[in-house]
């Protein structure tokens, strides 16, 4: 929760950028490692984890009205579980990172916000770090942090859909489903180690005048 409220205070301080619209979103993570071994070998015993993520950030319409660039800072747990009968284990990590995105509106094609109702569809571009990473064997515990496949330099290229519904003046709520798809270029190790998420999303989002 804290961490939450940090958030929130970086959005309400973005208000000095003159973006046109400020948001925040949260929600789940529904994560699967793509994991391969040394040898190439994957792991069939792995299974999708849970896990929060936030972002804050703020969006600006380019020249035509119904396509928006955004930008906001973001905090997102991707988790995993797995085992057998010998053996139990379990991730869990944080990552601090960047997103950028471009959106497409279907309903307000002016980039006016006058309709209540809009469908949106997104891609966009990631980059994040690992800031926390707990791998957990049997009740032993491994930082992550020194994990080549882990730490380093995340990429993630992610799209989306959005439908937002405007709930007072210049203010709007919205439900969002996002599929991306994390990769590390800077793990020169052997063991190569990829995330497939499916993320639910909630955001609340405001015009800035």
């Known amino acids: 929760m804290r961490k939450f409220l940090l958030l929130v205070a970086i959005v309400f301080s973005l208000g000095n950028i ?12 529904f994560t699967n490692y ?5 040898s190439g070998a994957s792991n069939p015993n792995l299974q999708a984890g849970v896990g929060t993520f936030y972002e804050i950030g703020y969006a600006t319409p380019l020249r035509k009205g119904n396509i928006t660039y955004a930008i906001g800072l973001s905090l997102n747990e991707y988790n995993a579980m797995g085992g057998s009968a010998a053996n139990s284990y379990s991730w869990n990590t944080q990552y601090l990172g960047i997103q950028n995105e471009l959106s497409y509106s279907f309903f307000n094609s002016d980039g006016s916000n ?3 109702f809009d469908i949106i569809v997104k891609g966009g571009l990631g980059l994040a770090t ?10 032993n515990f491994l930082d992550l942090s020194s994990q080549k496949e882990f730490s380093g330099l995340l990429v993630q290229p992610v799209v989306g859909l959005q439908v937002r519904y405007s709930v007072m003046e210049n203010g709007y709520l919205s ?17 190569k180690l990829s995330f497939n998420t499916h993320q639910l999303q909630f955001g609340i989002e405001f015009n800035i005048e």
């Open 114 to 116: 006058r309709n209540d």
């Open 175 to 191: 439900l969002g489903y996002n599929f991306s798809k994390s990769f590390n270029p800077t793990n020169n190790t052997n063991e």
């Open 130 to 139: 690992l800031i926390y990473g707990k791998q957990e064997i049997n009740g």
């Open 18 to 29: 003159h973006a046109q619209e400020v948001y925040i979103y949260t929600g789940k993570n």
């Open 34 to 38: 793509d994991y391969k071994n040394a």
